[in-house]
């Protein structure tokens, strides 16, 4: 069907509600864990599955549909007959690769691959532990179980009678399967716990062969007695024969083999049982369940530009130069209003591009727990701060140094359980996650508790490595640590499955870079590490210092602005190719004019006239020299016409309040250009 | 129906577009361009220099809040460059989704040439700068020089590549 209609608009929907369902069940998954066991979430469980099953049927991935199918039998088996003895931890395992599977399943049709991966030893896994569950009536067909769910019965207890019908079609009538589909289709309006033969009605010629030989048998429970019945079915198109069986159905279902795990699962059902426990439960869940509107992020950010300049337009209008001395009472009231609107608009755009940092924390959950099973260590993973709100892209970029992070916690940081023992503390490890805000910026916290860096270990290895830059014995401890963060450093002697190779600690320290954030380390040996990151809120408004340059004025971000100093000429050191240094309280800092890196006219050529600006980006400063200050302010970030490509030293323009532009320096480039 | 109807239009308006040309001079010769590209035309701008940009390339301009950039069709023709004055014009154009702005000495007229009154540019590499020209409009008396806008963007990077290779 696929082929004849363009289901684009509808994929891309299906790919948004699964990514969602299965993200909300690893939630409650790993929630449920946490709690020991999944019992109270059973119906939230197979509620999920059941729109999964269903949406994925109708958009034919039936790999999809097929795994999510066994998973609602067992769910439905543990809904319905409550076993007493259930290895949640077994299933917990099942559930999290039939999420994994689906979640990568849907990652491959969002990217338009068509290799579909067979799901059959999830399945395999899933029957298994279903039977396992129904040792006592084994031989049982697993796959007769319920079909679907939302049939109008209520009360499975009243139920009068259960009919075997068989039903074959006449000779010529083609398509038996379509058929025998529409057949039960309506018979669910009349019965519920509908099971039939062949199991599967598919749209081939086997299942079509099959049923014109043998005919379609279906059992169903039904209130109508038989003659009603019968002649329901015998409404039937092209019907040529009709056999129907009653078998009264006692009040006890284990004596009915046919219909003992073909109940009705009812939405209502659950709904009402769930009323009944804890609110904690419902709370998970509608955590998940705000709402919410998607909108395409071109739009946002064409709306953002909008407002941008709507901002500076406000400002050019308000601050024109023709309105200078005049006395304009009425005037100034009206831009006064403007501007608080404006303001407000502003607010309210940025605050729409942000996003709540949980969905990101709670993809930890999932590290931390595969790794501690892994590895054998038992961890309290702890997450506090996670509805601090971060703008769209920043989280984009956190979420791989957050991974590395964890993994190395988890793998460096704690010890083994004997380790802990040993060193008087508590078995189990405790890593916590942390966020907060501060200011304009958020800060994200790691804590582990386990053993700490070994100073002496790294000083060694970065001496090894040939990346130690001053000697060990200038350096503060936090710069010890932050040479963790350097490309090509790592202690672990041998490389293990989660870290250990090196890379890594240098991706965190350069996703942190991107979105002008930085990372901090401190450690006490023995008793943990914390990795503190601070990143800005949003990566479109920054807070810079502006600077005149001759005619020019360029922005230099105020995260990488140390001090601001004037300076005699006789302080200045050259060196025979002319490079000028400064010594700043012991430290040698180059000098860069920012007049000849960029090759404009300067407005003064002597450095006593103008200002020094001791910027640092990586753990490297330089002197950059600049005319004068013109001031501190937000400046909302635009990147440069796409035909002028990548200029060393610039990061993007801003439009300042009289509509001039003004470049962006990236400090980190210009030191590198340096070179 | 309406995507027929906007075809419809589409049609006309390219219609009404073919063969019309935007003239303007520098120094002594006039150069036409295809009117199709053509966004607008605005007064000289503050300009801000944007370090590492080709001469000719004079840096970026706020157009309403789009940053553009501008480049000197003078220099971009190896010609004399002329201080900017109320005369100096940037033609905005508009070539796959990219803008930049033309500065020209002046801008005179949008002037109808027919197919038949274009010419092909003379082959020989005597003639200076042909390979932006793509071909010659007759107007009554005068002689326009047609550009190919494409060419003015792109042609640049071989271009810089030679320079290098020659330093």
């Keep these: 069907m696929s082929d004849y209609i363009n289901t684009e608009p509808m994929q891309e929907i299906f790919v948004f509600e ?201 059992r ?25 069986e009653c078998e009264p159905v006692h009040a006890d279902r284990e004596s009915s083999e046919e219909t003992e795990i073909c109940l009705p699962g009812m939405e209502e059902d659950s709904t009402g049982k769930n009323s009944g426990e804890p609110a904690e439960a419902d709370k998970l869940v509608n955590l998940s369940k705000q709402n919410f509107i998607s909108v395409n992020i071109q739009k946002m950010n064409k709306l953002m530009d909008v407002v941008g300049e709507l901002v500076i337009s406000e400002s ?132 582990d508790d386990g053993r700490g860096l070994d100073k002496e270990g790294i000083i060694r290895k970065a001496i090894e490595n040939n990346i130690l830059q001053r000697p060990a014995s200038d350096m503060t401890d936090k710069e010890i640590y932050s040479i963790i963060l350097l490309p090509g450093f790592s202690t672990k002697e041998e490389v293990t499955e989660f870290s250990g190779r090196g890379v890594g600690m240098d991706v965190v320290q350069k996703n942190i870079d991107k979105v002008g954030g930085t990372v901090q380390i401190d450690s006490n040996p023995g008793t943990g590490t914390t990795f503190s990151i601070k990143i800005p809120l949003t990566l479109a408004i920054m807070d810079g210092m502006t600077v005149r340059v001759g005619p020019a004025t360029y922005t230099i971000p105020t995260v990488s602005i140390r001090e601001s100093l004037k300076i005699r000429q006789n302080d200045v050191i050259c060196d025979p190719d002319k490079n000028e240094m400064i010594m700043i309280r012991g430290q040698c800092y180059p000098i860069l004019r920012l007049h000849r890196i960029f090759n404009v006219k300067a407005g003064t050529g002597k450095l006593e006239e103008g200002i020094l600006i001791l910027v640092e980006s990586e753990n490297e400063s330089v002197c950059v020299f600049v005319d004068s200050l013109i001031g501190e302010q937000q400046v909302v970030v635009k990147a440069l016409p796409q035909y002028i490509k990548q200029v060393q030293g610039i990061s993007g323009c801003t439009l300042l309040g009289d509509g001039s532009i003004s470049l962006i320096i990236d400090i980190a480039s210009l030191i590198n250009s340096k070179r | 129906m309406a995507s027929i109807l906007e075809d419809n239009l589409q049609i006309e308006n390219e219609d009404t577009q073919k063969g019309r040309f935007l003239t303007f001079t520098l120094g002594k010769e006039d150069y036409g361009i295809e009117i199709k590209y053509v966004t607008e035309i605005i007064g000289i701008q503050p300009i801000t220099q944007v370090p590492e940009l080709p001469d000719y390339l004079k840096g970026i301009i706020n157009l309403r809040g789009k940053i553009i950039p501008v480049m000197d069709v003078r220099l971009r023709f190896k010609k004399e460059p002329l201080d900017y004055t109320d005369r100096t014009c940037i033609i905005v154009i508009d070539i796959n989704e990219t803008s930049i702005g033309l500065i020209v000495d002046t801008v005179s007229e949008v002037a ?56």
């Design chain 1, 18 to 218: 699964t990514s969602q369902l299965i993200e909300q069940l690893e939630q409650i998954i790993l929630y449920s864990e946490k709690k020991n066991g999944l019992e109270s979430q059973i119906n939230e469980i197979f509620r999920i599955m059941h729109t999964i099953k269903g949406s994925s049927a109708m958009m034919c991935f039936n790999n999809i549909s097929l795994l999510a199918h066994s998973v609602e039998d067992v769910f439905f088996h543990l809904r319905e007959n409550k076993p007493p003895q259930v290895d949640y931890m077994y299933l917990t395992d099942i559930m999290l690769k039939v999420i994994d599977f689906i979640g990568s399943e849907v990652v491959k049709i969002k990217n338009k691959e068509e290799s579909y991966k067979d799901p059959s030893n999830i399945i395999h896994l899933l029957t298994n532990f279903l039977s396992d569950l129904k040792t006592s009536r084994t031989g049982e067909e697993i796959n007769r179980s319920a079909h679907e769910a939302g049939e109008p019965d209520n009360n499975p207890g009243i139920h009068n009678y259960a009919y075997k019908a068989v039903i074959t079609f006449e000779e010529d009538c083609e398509m038996e399967s379509m058929r025998a589909f529409a057949v039960i289709h309506t018979l669910q309006q009349v019965a519920y716990g509908i099971s039939h033969l062949p199991e599967e009605i598919l749209d081939k010629d086997s299942c079509n062969k099959e049923i014109r030989a043998k005919g379609l048998t279906v």
């Design chain 2, 112 to 167: 109808s040439i027919d197919d038949e009154d274009i010419m092909p540019p003379p082959n020989s590499k005597t003639g200076f700068n042909n390979k932006y020209v793509k071909g010659i409009g007759k107007l009554g008396n005068e002689v326009k020089l047609l550009l190919d806008c494409g060419k003015i963007l792109s042609e640049d990077e071989t271009e810089l590549l030679g320079s290098m290779v020659q330093v």
């Design chain 1, 316 to 447: 050019m209008v308000t601050q024109n130069p023709e309105l200078k001395g005049l006395e304009l009472e009425g005037f100034k009231k009206a831009a006064r209003h403007l501007k608080k609107i404006t303001g407000e608009l502003q607010d309210i755009v940025m605050s729409m591009r942000m996003v709540p940092l949980s969905t990101t924390f709670q993809k930890m959950n999932r590290i931390v727990r595969d790794m501690s099973k892994k590895l054998e260590k038992d961890i309290v993973f702890e997450i506090t701060g996670e509805e601090t709100e971060v703008d769209k892209n920043i989280i984009e970029h956190i979420s791989d140094p957050l991974i590395h992070l964890i993994r190395n916690a988890i793998d460096h940081g704690i010890e083994t359980r004997e380790e802990r023992i040993l060193a008087g503390k508590g078995e189990i490890g405790k890593i916590t996650l942390e966020a907060k805000n501060s200011g304009g910026d958020v800060w994200i916290i790691l804590k």
């Design chain 1, 220 to 244: 169903f429970c039904c209130r109508l007695p038989e003659s009603e019945v019968r002649q329901f079915l015998e409404e039937t198109m092209f019907l040529r024969e009709l056999t129907i």
